[in-house]
């Protein structure tokens, strides 16, 4: 296969890098485990979190991390809230989770896509709860309480550097292995280069990127990034660009 034997960087935190992972194994490469964030839940957000939540009409959640740290507080979800996610993949778990469904950009998986959507076009006197991390970005919010929405925040984590494993990270550049890796935020991109110092970034810029957004590909190649695939989200989205492209460049 045409990822077999190549070494897969899983920069993702550490909670969400397993599926992926398992994804990579199937297809032949060797994934190898290296968040560049941690999540760091925040107690007193997570607190406070179901009576933000009960007052709302609407709950976003913007990320993985998002679902991951906040679900287990909402377990009492108010009726008639409703849910909405920025990408399809995320809707799907957290569709599972709350056994009801959950808007999502029918094109797009991005602030700017989730704001098209017709359910969020007149949004006067709803109360909007985004649940976040610490620091977000401010589209999302600007452009929902542009349309009349009064927008809150439940910031339940904030993100902190990892500790990845630059020893197996030079094993393998070393023994020729270390080819791609799949990143899922430009923090993530950032972080990855940051991390590294000097010595690696010529192996970092050498490596095929696999992402889901062309922001992210454009920080990776102002990084110096010479090979990336932007792909649909999702962790198989992910898999598949790297599988096609050392197709076309065995």
Same mark, same amino acid.
């Given at each position: 296969?045409?990822?077999?034997?190549?070494?897969?960087?899983?920069?993702?935190?550490?909670?969400?890098?397993? =599926?992926?992972?398992?994804?990579?194994? *199937?297809?032949?490469?060797?994934?190898?485990?290296?968040?560049?964030?941690?999540?760091?839940p925040?107690?007193? =957000?997570? =607190?406070?979190?179901?009576?933000?939540?009960?007052?709302?009409?609407?709950?976003?959640?913007?990320?993985?991390?998002a679902?991951?740290?906040?679900?287990?507080?909402?377990?009492?979800?108010?009726?008639?809230a409703r849910?909405?996610c920025?990408?399809?993949?995320?809707?799907?778990?957290?569709? =599972?989770? *709350? #056994?009801?469904?959950?808007?999502?950009?029918?094109?797009?998986?991005?602030?700017?896509?989730?704001? @098209?959507?017709?359910?969020?076009?007149?949004?006067?006197?709803?109360?909007?709860?985004?649940?976040?991390?610490?620091g977000?970005?401010?589209?999302?919010?600007?452009?929902?309480?542009?349309?009349?929405?009064?927008?809150?925040? @439940?910031?339940v984590?904030?993100?902190?550097?990892?500790?990845?494993?630059?020893?197996?990270?030079?094993?393998?550049?070393?023994?020729?292995?270390?080819?791609?890796?799949?990143?899922?935020s430009?923090?993530?991109?950032?972080?990855?280069?940051?991390? *590294? #110092?000097?010595?690696?970034?010529?192996?970092?810029?050498?490596?095929?990127?696999?992402?889901?957004?062309?922001?992210?590909?454009e920080?990776? @190649?102002?990084?110096?990034?010479?090979?990336?695939?932007?792909?649909?989200?999702?962790?198989?989205?992910?898999?598949d660009?790297?599988?096609?492209?050392?197709q076309?460049?065995?």
């Open positions: 296969m045409s990822l077999a034997g190549r070494t897969v960087l899983v920069t993702r935190p550490a909670a969400q890098g397993a =599926a992926l992972a398992t994804l990579l194994t *199937a297809a032949g490469a060797q994934p190898l485990a290296f968040p560049l964030l941690d999540i760091v925040q107690p007193d =957000a997570l =607190a406070a979190l179901p009576a933000l939540a009960g007052a709302a009409d609407w709950l976003v959640f913007v990320s993985p991390s679902i991951d740290v906040a679900w287990p507080v909402l377990a009492e979800l108010p009726p008639a849910l909405a920025v990408g399809a993949p995320s809707a799907q778990r957290l569709a =599972a989770l *709350a #056994g009801r469904p959950v808007l999502h950009p029918s094109n797009g998986a991005d602030s700017g896509a989730l704001l @098209a959507e017709p359910a969020l076009a007149e949004l006067a006197g709803q109360r909007v709860l985004i649940v976040r991390g610490i977000g970005r401010a589209e999302l919010a600007e452009g929902l309480a542009a349309r009349g929405a009064a927008v809150e925040f @439940a910031e984590y904030r993100r902190i550097d990892a500790a990845p494993d630059w020893a197996a990270f030079d094993s393998a550049a070393d023994a020729g292995t270390l080819a791609a890796a799949c990143v899922t430009a923090e993530i991109a950032e972080r990855l280069f940051q991390l *590294a #110092g000097r010595s690696r970034q010529a192996t970092l810029q050498s490596l095929l990127y696999s992402v889901p957004h062309a922001r992210i590909a920080r990776l @190649a102002q990084l110096g990034a010479r090979h990336v695939v932007t792909t649909p989200a999702g962790d198989a989205a992910l898999v660009g790297l599988s096609e492209w050392f076309r460049h065995p």
